[in-house]
Each structure stands twice: as C-alpha cells, then as structure tokens.
C-alpha cells in the first residue's frame, strides 16, 4: 500500500497590488541595511526585477539627510562589492536557491522624486517645483525644511535675457503638497544666490553593477 501524497503547504498569497517581490525585498532589505548603514549611508530601496529566471537587484543608497552632495563612485563600488558578499554569504542565498542575479548599486540622482520629508532636506538650497494640492503651482527656491513643510522662494517670471526675480517665500506643509521635484538649472554662476552654493555639490546619479 503506498503512503498518502502529502500536500504542498500552501504559499502566501499576494495581495492585489502588491509588487510581485514585496517579500523578497522586505527580506534584502533587512538583510543588507546594517552593511549601508556601516558606510554612514541611507538605504533608500530595494527592487527586485525578473527577465525569466534571471533576477536583478537594484539597490539605492544615500547620503543622510543633513549632508550636501552625491554618493561617491568610490564608495558605490566598495559597497557593491561588500553587499554582494552579504547577498552570497547568507545561508539562504539570495532567492533561497541558486538563480543568477545581477546586483545594481546606485545613488539616487536629480530625478528622484521629493516624497518623504529627507528628500525634501538633501534637495535644500536647489531649484524645486512643487505640485500643490489646491492653489497654484509653485518653482523656487528651496530654502528651509521643517518637521511639517518646506519654506520655497518663488522665481517669478521675466523675460528672455532678464535676471529672474524673487517672490516672498511661501511655507507650504507637507499635507498640502501633492508632488516635488528638483529643476535642472542652466543659470549662469552669477545668477545663483551664494546661499545655495554648499548645497550644489555633485549629486548626479552613480551607479556600479556587480554580479
């Protein structure tokens, strides 16, 4: 008489919405934080992508939130290559089994939307525009963060050739922001105020692979 076929245990079910390594990342993101945080950086997020079995890991650090400046190339290749240790030293392995991956280690760059209230600190003293739920929209100057909102100096309007003006600053809470985002700047250096220099270190978006 053969023994009875044991079932499967059941698998978590993923929620509608839900991206489709919720897990996965939750658990790398555990997993890796202590050796971003060793290097004195922030780590911003985790996504897992998949191209058939093979998976890509996309790490993004950053610097805290009261330091100016981009995360180094230098420092972008000694942390990919201390989290890809991590990745391949733990006894789960990185997908709990022996897929290939690749493992994508990046600053976060201009582009990077202002969400969370440490954005809104790393982009002070640069061009922003900010997306207001009710009013007009504003781009300005990005002058002082506090625990509630964002203190902005308005460039008002001026035409072609002409040195833009400045509005009065305007304090907008975060409960009345629908969306931020920094502005490339093409001013002349002449045209930038001197407030804002030590806010304009390089901070363009570095990247390492390591597999």
């Given at each position: 008489?053969?023994?009875?076929?044991?079932?499967e245990p059941a698998r978590p079910s993923r929620q509608?919405?839900?991206?489709?390594?919720?897990?996965?990342?939750?658990?790398?993101?555990?997993?890796?934080?202590?050796?971003?945080?060793?290097?004195?950086?922030?780590?911003?997020?985790?996504?897992?992508?998949?191209?058939?079995?093979?998976?890509?890991?996309?790490?993004?650090?950053?610097?805290?939130?009261?330091?100016?400046?981009?995360?180094?190339?230098?420092?972008?290749a000694e942390i990919s290559r201390e989290l890809s240790?991590?990745?391949?030293?733990?006894?789960?392995?990185?997908?709990?089994?022996?897929?290939?991956?690749?493992?994508?280690?990046?600053?976060?760059?201009?582009?990077?939307?202002?969400?969370?209230?440490?954005?809104?600190?790393?982009?002070?003293?640069?061009?922003?525009?900010?997306?207001?739920?009710?009013?007009?929209?504003?781009?300005g100057r990005l002058t002082h963060v506090a625990d509630?909102?964002?203190?902005?100096?308005?460039?008002?309007?001026?035409?072609?050739?002409?040195?833009?003006?400045?509005?009065?600053?305007?304090?907008?809470?975060?409960?009345?922001?629908?969306?931020?985002?920094?502005?490339?700047?093409?001013?002349?250096?002449?045209?930038?105020?001197?407030?804002?220099?030590?806010?304009?270190?390089?901070?363009?978006?570095?990247?390492?692979?390591?597999?």
């Amino acid at each position: 008489m053969s023994e009875p076929v044991q079932p499967e245990p059941a698998r978590p079910s993923r929620q509608a919405g839900e991206p489709p390594f919720a897990a996965e990342e939750a658990r790398l993101h555990a997993m890796l934080e202590p050796t971003v945080q060793a290097h004195r950086l922030y780590l911003e997020g985790i996504t897992i992508k998949a191209a058939g079995a093979h998976r890509t890991v996309h790490v993004v650090v950053d610097l805290p939130q009261e330091e100016t400046g981009g995360v180094g190339l230098d420092v972008i290749a000694e942390i990919s290559r201390e989290l890809s240790d991590a990745l391949d030293g733990s006894s789960a392995g990185t997908f709990g089994d022996n897929r290939p991956y690749d493992l994508e280690v990046s600053s976060p760059g201009v582009a990077r939307p202002l969400t969370e209230p440490r954005h809104w600190h790393r982009a002070k003293g640069r061009l922003v525009k900010v997306n207001v739920i009710q009013g007009e929209n504003i781009t300005g100057r990005l002058t002082h963060v506090a625990d509630d909102g964002v203190t902005v100096v308005p460039s008002l309007p001026a035409a072609k050739g002409v040195k833009p003006k400045q509005g009065e600053p305007v304090t907008l809470p975060f409960s009345g922001i629908r969306s931020g985002r920094v502005e490339v700047e093409f001013a002349r250096l002449d045209e930038i105020p001197e407030t804002a220099f030590e806010t304009f270190e390089s901070d363009t978006d570095t990247d390492a692979e390591e597999a």
